[in-house]
């Protein structure tokens, strides 16, 4: 018997509420940064400037970047591993791991290496994806929860 065969890959209800309430704050800070970076913007008498809330939407999404690394990590040892040794998932799981490496490693890149020379496509990089990672998580977790239904009912059926 599998040495992790007694292990559920659902997660609990608190758990669960820590995953979408930190990927909630994570995707609202960046879309509400992005809006007051690029939308609203304010006329002083030395030009166009940055909205002054747009640095704090900003520095709420850094730290929402590393919520979001910390209850990553809580998914990989128990619901990664699990769905991938019962081979559930796993398209839909590695591209979900490849997004959010993605965002890391972009999210690193602009903190530490955004110059005047890349300003123009290194943020696209990583908002462009940022923006569609509900949609990618909601399709993940809704083909989890069918494939979830259909072996339940097969299981079912089968007793």
Do not use: C
């Amino acid at each position: 018997m599998n040495r992790l065969s007694h292990l559920q890959i659902r997660f609990s209800p608190d758990h669960k509420r820590a995953l979408y309430g930190v990927f909630l704050m994570l995707w609202a800070s960046g879309v509400l940064w992005i809006g007051f970076h690029y939308f609203l913007r304010v006329q002083s008498e030395f030009g166009v400037q940055a909205h002054p809330l747009e640095n704090w939407w900003l520095r709420l999404h850094g730290l929402m970047a590393f919520a979001a690394l910390i209850v990553l990590g809580s998914v990989l040892p128990v619901h990664a591993r699990r769905a991938w040794q019962l081979k559930k998932n796993r398209r839909s799981g590695l591209s979900m791991k490849i997004v959010f490496f993605w965002l890391a490693a972009t999210g690193y890149a602009l903190y530490y290496f955004a110059s005047e020379a890349n300003e123009n496509w290194l943020p696209l990089l990583h908002w462009i994806v940022g923006l569609a990672l509900p949609l990618l998580l909601i399709f993940h977790i809704r083909r989890g929860r069918m494939r979830h239904k259909v072996s339940h009912q097969t299981v079912t059926a089968h007793a």
